[in-house]
């Protein structure tokens, strides 16, 4: 049995730089003016490849629900209260990050997602008077910034495409002295050569 087209349930987003911001299109018989933005998988896209929509909604979601869970701070010591609101609103601000996190952002965009990180690392740690400074901040919560966390999601990716599809030789030539094994087979980990040392912390903070 084929399937048919629900014509009012359709919907069209034509992806382009300029121009009109919509256009009519013709299925099975009715007109569908197409849409600006479309959600697909908790992903909102727009019609000119950008992500505004996507994160204002993401800060706007999140900013709530940190504004309900700081009512219960004094119920759950730092560490778990870290814990929590890891759990709670940067896995909700960092879904499917792979996609949007890039640096196609706006400035302000990175600025807003940078607000949002502080204002939870300091609910955390019940630093409202804003008396500890940043740096410090991600010292002692270990958590990466946004432009930390584009950076070191960027190159798990390129490394991931590198080993999964570049011929053998290519790949270790190219990814040599990127990373180095871990106990478990064709897993990389970043390494930074001067330093001796791995991890998330090697990347340049945004």
Known sequence: ????????????????????????????????????????????????????????????????????????????TKEQFLKFATSQIFSQVYYASQVWLNETLTSDLWQKLKALHYRVLRATQRDFKRKIPKATLDR?????????????????LVIKILRDCSPINIHDQITGNLYSERRKPNRGRFYNNSRGKIGLHELKKG
């Open 1 to 76: 049995m084929g399937m048919v087209v629900n014509s009012p349930k359709t919907e069209i987003v034509l992806f382009k730089k300029g121009g009109p911001s919509f256009e009519l299109f013709e299925v099975d018989g009715e007109e569908i003016r197409s849409k600006e933005t479309l959600k697909a998988l908790g992903i909102t896209f727009q019609s000119n490849l950008k992500w505004n929509t996507h994160v204002n909604e993401t800060i706007l979601k999140a900013s709530r629900r940190l504004s309900m869970i700081k009512k219960i701070t004094k119920s759950f």
């Open 140 to 156: 002692v919560c270990k958590r990466a910034t946004p432009k930390m966390w584009s950076s070191y999601s960027t190159a798990s």
